[in-house]
């Protein structure tokens, strides 16, 4: 990053941190803003400082987050589809999607699969994962779930749904 832009992304990230402080949003540190602000930037075709509207959902996965287009619908619902927001609007997205998605544990989704595991040995067959993943919630094409499902199977069909769902969650 040349010398000039780091001062602009300095002053950027000062502004923010003001902004933050008097919105009494959670503070984050000058390099996670840093870091913030450029993966948004990737996405800024004209170099205004501003993402499209239906970038969203694409800027916060670069950001290691998963919102479900439901999730970005609701944040974006507001903006006309051709409209593009500046980073100072696209923070608190950010911001609410990352509050909101840490509620969900290894464990809850655990929980909720355990429920089909009829005999309690820890898996179930890959076809009823296939037809859950691709049924309901956030419905996966059947392309997205075979990804997912790629060295899982056992010999019998079955997988391990503990080790599924830690597998997905942790990468």
């Given at each position: 990053?040349?010398?000039?832009?780091?001062?602009?992304?300095?002053?950027?990230?000062?502004?923010?941190?003001?902004?933050?402080?008097?919105?009494?949003?959670?503070?984050?540190?000058?390099?996670?803003?840093?870091?913030?602000?450029?993966?948004?930037?990737?996405?800024?075709?004209?170099?205004?400082?501003?993402?499209?509207?239906?970038?969203?959902?694409?800027?916060?996965?670069?950001?290691?987050?998963?919102?479900?287009?439901?999730?970005?619908?609701?944040?974006?619902?507001?903006?006309?589809?051709?409209?593009?927001?500046?980073?100072?609007?696209?923070?608190?997205?950010?911001?609410?999607?990352?509050?909101?998605?840490?509620?969900?544990?290894?464990?809850?989704?655990?929980?909720?699969?355990?429920?089909?595991?009829?005999?309690?040995s820890g898996f179930i067959s890959s076809a009823e994962l296939r037809h859950l993943l691709s049924t309901l919630g956030e419905k996966l094409t059947d392309e997205e779930v075979e990804q997912l499902l790629v060295g899982q199977e056992d010999s019998q069909g079955n997988i391990?749904?503990?080790?599924?769902?830690?597998?997905?969650?942790?990468?």
């Amino acid at each position: 990053m040349s010398e000039k832009r780091q001062y602009a992304v300095k002053n950027d990230v000062q502004f923010i941190q003001m902004y933050m402080m008097n919105a009494h949003h959670a503070s984050y540190s000058e390099d996670q803003l840093a870091e913030f602000q450029e993966a948004f930037q990737l996405f800024d075709s004209r170099g205004d400082g501003k993402i499209h509207v239906t970038q969203i959902g694409d800027a916060l996965r670069a950001l290691g987050q998963n919102p479900t287009e439901s999730d970005v619908k609701k944040f974006t619902q507001q903006h006309k589809p051709d409209e593009r927001i500046s980073f100072e609007v696209f923070l608190p997205i950010y911001q609410a999607i990352s509050k909101g998605r840490s509620s969900d544990t290894a464990d809850d989704f655990i929980e909720g699969l355990r429920h089909f595991d009829k005999d309690g040995s820890g898996f179930i067959s890959s076809a009823e994962l296939r037809h859950l993943l691709s049924t309901l919630g956030e419905k996966l094409t059947d392309e997205e779930v075979e990804q997912l499902l790629v060295g899982q199977e056992d010999s019998q069909g079955n997988i391990n749904y503990e080790e599924f769902v830690r597998m997905v969650m942790c990468g």
